[in-house]
């Protein structure tokens, strides 16, 4: 694809990055919120965007086993919160 063949930009939007990494927006401005990775606002909407080396540092270092305790945490939660909707009906 052209587009893969292009440099990327210091910043990131959600959409770029969620786009190539194949997750969703709320993970990762979860991952924004508990500290995983640096976010700046931009323009009058006050936008997020994430600086390329922060991104890639993230996947390069000690970060990704950060990543799996962050995600099994995420499963179990969702498979509580699950459990408890089945418990409701």
């Given at each position: 694809?052209?587009?893969?063949?292009?440099?990327l930009p210091e910043l990131l939007s959600i959409k770029h990055i969620c786009e190539r990494l194949?997750?969703?927006?709320?993970?990762?401005?979860?991952?924004?919120?508990?500290?995983?990775?640096?976010?700046?606002?931009?323009?009058?909407?006050?936008?997020?965007?994430?600086?390329?080396?922060?991104?890639?540092?993230?996947?390069?270092?000690?970060?990704?086993?950060?990543?799996?305790?962050?995600?099994?945490?995420?499963?179990?939660?969702?498979?509580?919160?699950?459990?408890?909707?089945?418990?409701?009906?």
């Open positions: 694809m052209e587009e893969d063949k292009k440099e194949d997750i969703h927006p709320n993970t990762l401005r979860k991952w924004e919120k508990k500290g995983l990775v640096e976010c700046y606002r931009v323009g009058a909407r006050r936008d997020r965007r994430f600086l390329k080396e922060d991104i890639m540092r993230m996947f390069r270092r000690d970060y990704e086993q950060d990543f799996r305790i962050q995600q099994a945490e995420w499963r179990r939660e969702q498979a509580l919160e699950a459990q408890e909707r089945r418990r409701g009906f």
